[in-house]
Nanobody, 114 residues
Framework: VQLVESGGGLVQPGGSLRLSCAAS????????MNWYRQAPGKERELVAR????????NYADSVKGRFTISRDNAKNTVYLQMNSLKAEDTAVYHC????????WGQGTQVTVSS
């Protein structure tokens, strides 16, 4: 099983990034997928979740209206579009598979700074 995140980097406040998480080794289309983040000194936070079909999504209050989670089951990939980024969005972003996060990726760093 592998989950490989990409798309992180340094962006100015107000900017955008699109994270991707490529999955392999399990039946991707059967799993809900999640994006979590963890900033230094802070607890891990569930940012967004999407069900197995892509028909239902949930977001943390801190990102509602700015972030969008989506998935392409044909490509075994889940995305996180992040707009209007703020300094407080700086964190390592991880994707995980399943309602109880059975599988995890290694994470990608997102830094929002001028």
């Amino acid at each position: 099983v592998q989950l490989v995140e990409s798309g992180g980097g340094l962006v100015q406040p107000g900017g955008s990034l699109r994270l991707s998480c490529a999955a392999s080794g399990f039946t991707f289309s059967s799993y809900a997928m999640n994006w979590y983040r963890q900033a230094p000194g802070k607890e891990r936070e569930l940012v967004a979740r999407i069900d197995s079909t892509g028909g239902s999504t949930n977001y943390a209050d801190s990102v509602k209206g700015r972030f969008t989670i989506s998935r392409d089951n044909a490509k075994n990939t889940v995305y996180l579009q992040m707009n209007s980024l703020k300094a407080e969005d700086t964190a390592v972003y991880h994707c995980s598979a399943g309602r109880y996060s059975r599988y995890w990726g290694q994470g990608t760093q997102v830094t929002v700074s001028s």
